[in-house]
């Protein structure tokens, strides 16, 4: 039996929940980004915001052997308005889909390390960071974010299947 190249068995995975979380960010309110359903919630714009990351995640993850998640590239604006939200995550989408192609399984299977203050948090494959870290973690904010969605009586896009407000 041949082996499946990994990029191969990841990128079909990553487009489709890349392109599921942008429909998801396309309906984020402007005016709305204070929300937070509990004092110790996150708000709705730090979700947001937070999942414009996971693609940028990607790049670091595939072109570095490991970032420091306290520290924002340089240049960083918070987005404050779902246009700049939506401008953000395409950007960080194009640039993070961009390095995973062609990348080897050699390429994938090499330690990353995540540090926090300088602290170590984790090392593991790049493959484990882009599933669990990446994509696992993306879809986890996602869900969040939803439900913050349907508190705000926003329609809520079909995801994996019909939503109560879209079919298929």
Known sequence: MRHMPLIDALLPEFDREM???RRVLDRVPDGKFDFRPHPTSRTLGQIAEHLTEMPYWTTATMTQAG???MQKPDGYVIPETRAALLALFDANLKNGRASLVGK???EFNAPWTLRAGGK???TMP???VMR???LNHMIHHRGQLVVYLRML???IPSIYGPSGDEQL
Do not use: A, R, Y
């Open 132 to 134: 669990n870290f990446v």
């Open 19 to 21: 392109g599921l979380t």
């Open 120 to 122: 170590e948090v984790f």
């Open 104 to 106: 080897t399984d050699g």
């Open 126 to 128: 790049k493959i484990t």
């Open 153 to 155: 009586e926003v329609k």
């Open 67 to 69: 970032i420091d998640g």
